[in-house]
C-alpha cells in the first residue's frame, strides 16, 4: 500500500518548476529551527533564566511570553513582506535581530531588562520563522515538509533538555546565552541555500485564491490549540521541580518527550490519504488531554515522564495537520505563514495566562482550563474539515 501525505493533492500545482529544492528544504529547517528554538526547548530555556536571576513562576512565563509574542508579530508582518522583499536578507536580518538579543540577555540583569532583550530576540526569531514556514508551505508536500521540520527539531531539542542539568552547571547564563547567539550568526551560512520566494510567484497563478472560510476557522482553532498546549509546555519543568523531582529526572523527562515529538511528527507525514486529518486530529488530542490530566497534583517520576511523553507526541503530531490544513486554505504560502504569527502568539499568550492562575504552586486552574481550550480549538477545527469537504 502506498502510503500519501493528506497534502498531496496540493502537488498537481507543481508541474511546470520544482517547488522547493532539497537543499533550499534543509536551509529551511535549519533556520526555522533556529527561530522557534526558544519554543522547542522552552521549559530548558526558563530553567537558565530561572538559574541567574531570582524570578518566580509567574514572571518566568512573562519572560517567555514577551519573547513568543514579539516573535508572533514580526511571523505577522512577514506574511506581508513575502512579495515585497528578498527572503535571503529579510532572514539574514533576523539571524542578526537574535544574536544580538542573546547577547544582551546573557548581561540583563532584572525582569525589565530580561524581557526587553528577550523583545530584541523574538522579533528577529519571528522573522526566521515567518519566512521558513513560507519556504516549508511551498514544498510540493506541505505536510511532509513540516514533518521533517518538527523532526528534526525534536532531535535538536531533545540533545538540549538532555544536558540541560549539565549545561547549566558548568556554564553560566551568559555563556549559554552567547552560545545560542554564536549559532544563529553561523546559520547565515544557509542563506545560500534559502529560497527567495519572489521568483516563484508564476507556480503559483493557479493557487491565488484563499478558502477564507477554511482559512479563518483553522487559524481560530491554531490559537486555542497553541494557547493550551503551550502554556502546559511552558511549566512542565516547573511542575516537575514543585513536585519534588529532580534535575535528572526533569531532564529525563524532557528529552523522551521531544524524542516522542519526533515519533509524533514522522508520522504524521505518513498518513494515509484517505485518513484526511478529522481522525488523526482527534486522535491527537485524546492523547495531549491525558497528557495534561497526569500533571495533576503531586506528581510521581513515572508520570512526568508519560505525560511529557504524551504532550510532545500529541502536539508534534498535530502540527503537520493543521500547517497542512492551511496550505489547503492558500496555496501560496500566505495563510500558513499567518498560521506561524497565530499559533506563535497562542503559545506566548498560553504561559501569561497560565501564569496569572498559579497560587502557592497549584497548577491545577491551568491545567483543567487548558484541557476545555483544547477540546474547543479542534472542534473548531473540525467542524471547518467537514464544511470544506461540503
Same mark, same amino acid.
Given at each position: 500500500m502506498e502510503l500519501s501525505s493528506p497534502a498531496d493533492a496540493l502537488a498537481q500545482y507543481a508541474t511546470r518548476a520544482e517547488r522547493l529544492s532539497k537543499a533550499g528544504l534543509a536551509s529551511a529547517v535549519i533556520v526555522g529551527i533556529i527561530g522557534a528554538l526558544v519554543i522547542f526547548i522552552t521549559p530548558g530555556f526558563l530553567a537558565v533564566i530561572a538559574a541567574g536571576t531570582h524570578l518566580d513562576n509567574a514572571h518566568l512565563g512573562y519572560i517567555a511570553a514577551w519573547d513568543i509574542?514579539?516573535?508572533a508579530v514580526t511571523i505577522g508582518i512577514s506574511t506581508f513582506l513575502l512579495t515585497r522583499c528578498d527572503w535571503r536578507i529579510a532572514v539574514g536580518a533576523g539571524l542578526v535581530l537574535i544574536a544580538l538579543g542573546n547577547v544582551?540577555?546573557?548581561?540583563?540583569?532584572?525582569y525589565a531588562a530580561i524581557a526587553a532583550a528577550r523583545v530584541v530576540a523574538g522579533a528577529g526569531e519571528g522573522i526566521a520563522i515567518g519566512f521558513s514556514f513560507a519556504a516549508l508551505g511551498r514544498a510540493s508536500n506541505p505536510d511532509r515538509a513540516f514533518s521533517?521540520?518538527?523532526?528534526?527539531?525534536?532531535?535538536?531539542?531533545?540533545?538540549l533538555l538532555y544536558s540541560m542539568p549539565w549545561l547549566i552547571t558548568h556554564f553560566s547564563p551568559e555563556r549559554l546565552f552567547l552560545a545560542n547567539a554564536i549559532a544563529a550568526i553561523a546559520c547565515g551560512a544557509c542563506l545560500f541555500f534559502f529560497p527567495d520566494g519572489r521568483r516563484e510567484d508564476d507556480i503559483f497563478t493557479a493557487e491565488g485564491r484563499i478558502k477564507w472560510g477554511l482559512a479563518i476557522a483553522a487559524l481560530i482553532g491554531v490559537f486555542f490549540y497553541f494557547f493550551a498546549t503551550g502554556a502546559m509546555w511552558s511549566y512542565t519543568e516547573r511542575i516537575g521541580q514543585a513536585s519534588g523531582l529532580g534535575p535528572d529526572t526533569v531532564a529525563q523527562g524532557l528529552s523522551l518527550g521531544t524524542l516522542a515529538g519526533v515519533l509524533g511528527a514522522a508520522?504524521?507525514?505518513w498518513i494515509p490519504s484517505r485518513w484526511g486529518r478529522t481522525i488523526p486530529l482527534g486522535l491527537s488530542g485524546i492523547v495531549s488531554l491525558l497528557s495534561f490530566q497526569l500533571f495533576l497534583g503531586t506528581v510521581?517520576?513515572?508520570?512526568?515522564?508519560?505525560? *511529557?511523553?504524551l504532550l510532545?507526541? @500529541?502536539w508534534n503530531f498535530a502540527q503537520p495537520?493543521?500547517?497542512g490544513l492551511c496550505c489547503e486554505a492558500d496555496g501560496r504560502g500566505r495563510i500558513v505563514c499567518a498560521m506561524g504569527a497565530i499559533q506563535t502568539f497562542g503559545t506566548g499568550f498560553g504561559p501569561a495566562a497560565a501564569g496569572a492562575t498559579l497560587h502557592d504552586g497549584d497548577?491545577?486552574? *491551568?491545567?483543567?482550563?487548558?484541557? @476545555?481550550?483544547?477540546?474547543?480549538?479542534?472542534?473548531?477545527?473540525?467542524?471547518?474539515i467537514r464544511h470544506s469537504r461540503g
Open positions: 509574542n514579539a516573535m544582551i540577555t546573557g548581561f540583563a540583569a532584572g521533517i521540520y518538527l523532526v528534526a527539531g525534536a532531535v535538536v531539542s531533545s540533545m508520522l504524521a507525514g510521581p517520576a513515572t508520570n512526568f515522564i508519560a505525560a *511529557a511523553v510532545l507526541f @500529541g495537520l493543521l500547517s497548577f491545577s486552574t *491551568a491545567i483543567w482550563l487548558s484541557c @476545555g481550550i483544547l477540546t474547543f480549538s479542534l472542534g473548531i477545527v473540525t467542524l471547518a
